[in-house]
């Protein structure tokens, strides 16, 4: 796979009476250790709304903010007190993860703040909506909400180098093994995630429907968000109808729109199907039942989170270059020991070519299902699992880029999903998603042209964060730092 690069912006400081450029050693520093105003010119600014590039253009940004969008040539250098040199660079706004794990059950915090963290920002991942951030026990500590939230006020403040919590979900929700929810229990813990203000509620696949409508119902009261996995026994139309703010993975589709889809979701016992059912909701997918299901989504505004990733490591579990990824070596090994073990099982559930090329066909059915629904108007946003298994954190959010590329999206399209159209999402397109006077000023430096090859996305000079400027040495000690960090 082609390694993550990361090239060393030039910069320039001009001291207002001194006209006199820093010296090398100097320019290595990050803009956070400077003054909080600074000009970066000579960029090419891509409208992620349209396309449109801004040549040879200047941005000055000030306490956090875009101040000034202009033409390079129209401003006089001398007027600005530190100045960088963007030349032929490209600029985006910072990438969002619609759909990270950071805390895990009884998980060490510092592989969220020394492994995760680091990977995020040295990617130019500033924003992240994480999708089990609360523990349902007091035992899956240390990391709970609690913490979490005093991370997120951290970041914020500039304390810690870490992506914005944008949002942050409940525990994944699943009824209890012997008995349902009942209407009261329901109501309660619906009220105590409004009172811990919880962003999201996740659900999960052992929800049961009657369960799911209860939650919905008193979610919509509290205007709490449900997303997550769907309930095996619902449909992903009767989801959306009843409430549904994101479905998240791209089986659903699968499990919805073959002729034995009403027998499968009565009797399923995991959302893992057995092969040759695999084979059968490949070969028998029924177009017109998934089209039907595209605008049952559209008209609840039920958005859509596809990690085709997940799905492209079960496909791809065997395959030797796959499994030995140059970025392996930012993983634990503890952790990247897990991630073979777990690729050596789905492999070992069916190892002959018939079990293998039903997950191989199962991950690229998705990849067409994405590629219809867009074209259908389903909105899609970039969400990764990152730290699933073979799902690099920071690096997933590029490589999800790709494989949306993959299903048909445009490159413009593909970084939509993960900026503009992440934060309309949000309810926060006043303040992110694109480059404009009065956002915040989170948006990275390419060096080549994202809209004429996706893979430029992974070719960062500097990243630009919380109004500071974080050049390639900065980016590069993240990754050192994740390198180095021991489990």
């Known amino acids: 796979m082609k390694f993550f690069k990361i090239v060393l912006l030039t910069m320039a400081s001009i001291q207002i009476g001194f006209a006199q450029n820093i010296d090398a050693q100097e320019s290595s520093n990050s803009m956070s250790e400077l003054e909080s105003t600074f000009l970066i010119q000579n960029a090419n600014i891509i409208n992620v709304e349209n396309g449109q590039m801004l040549s040879d253009h200047s941005i000055l940004v000030s306490d956090g903010k875009i101040k000034s969008i202009s033409p390079t040539k129209e401003l006089n250098s001398i007027n600005f007190s530190e100045i960088i040199d963007a030349k032929g660079s490209f600029v985006i ?49 240390p990391v709970c909400l609690a913490q979490m939230r005093e991370w997120q006020k951290e970041i914020e403040a500039g304390t810690l180098d870490g992506p914005r919590f944008l949002s942050l979900s409940s525990f994944q929700l699943n009824s209890p093994r012997e008995r349902d929810y009942t209407k009261q229990e329901i109501k309660l813990m619906v009220e105590t995630f409004d009172e811990r203000n919880i962003d999201l509620i996740k659900v999960y696949t052992d929800l049961s429907p009657k369960a799911y409508k209860r939650v919905t119902h008193e979610a919509k009261k509290h205007n709490i968000p449900v997303g997550g996995h769907i309930p095996l026994r619902m449909t992903i139309s009767r989801a959306s109808t009843k409430g549904l703010r994101s479905l998240e993975h791209a089986r659903d589709f699968l499990f919805d729109c073959f002729p034995d889809s009403k027998s499968f979701r009565k009797l399923a016992k ?6 040759d059912v695999m084979h059968a909701m490949v070969d028998q997918f029924e177009e017109k039942k998934s089209q039907k299901i595209f605008q049952v989504m559209i ?16 496909a791809f579990a065997d395959n030797f270059e796959f499994l030995n990824d140059d970025r392996n070596q930012y993983i634990p090994t503890m952790l990247l020991n897990s991630w073979k073990n777990d690729a050596k099982h789905v492999v070992a559930i069916d190892s002959t070519k018939h079990g293998r090329d039903a997950y191989m066909k199962f991950y690229r059915k998705g990849l067409e299902i994405t590629g219809k629904a867009h074209k259908a108007g389903v909105r899609i946003v970039v969400g990764t699992d990152g730290g699933d298994s073979f799902v690099h954190p920071g690096f997933s959010v590029h490589d999800e880029l790709k494989e949306l590329v993959k299903a048909g999206l445009t490159p413009l399209e593909a970084i939509q999903a993960a900026t503009l159209h992440s934060a309309e999402f949000l309810n926060l397109q006043k303040s992110f998603g694109s480059i404009e006077v009065g956002k915040n ?3 990275i430096l390419l060096q080549q042209n994202p809209l004429a090859d996706i893979e430029n996305t992974q070719n960062m000079k500097a990243v630009i964060y919380r109004g500071e400027y974080f050049n390639s040495d900065k980016l590069n000690s993240w990754l050192d730092k994740a390198r180095n960090f021991k489990l």
């Open 299 to 314: 008209r609840n505004k039920t958005w859509y989170v596809p990690t085709h990733l997940t799905r492209r490591m079960e």
């Open 270 to 275: 995991s959302q893992d199907p057995p092969i």
């Open 93 to 141: 706004p910072g990438l969002w993860d619609m759909h990270a794990h950071l805390r895990g059950n009884n998980l060490p915090s510092e592989i969220i703040t020394d492994w995760m963290m680091p990977l995020f920002m040295a990617n130019g991942v500033t924003g992240i909506r994480d999708m089990t951030s609360s523990c349902e026990t007091d035992d899956q500590g």
């Open 441 to 443: 000023a989170d948006f």
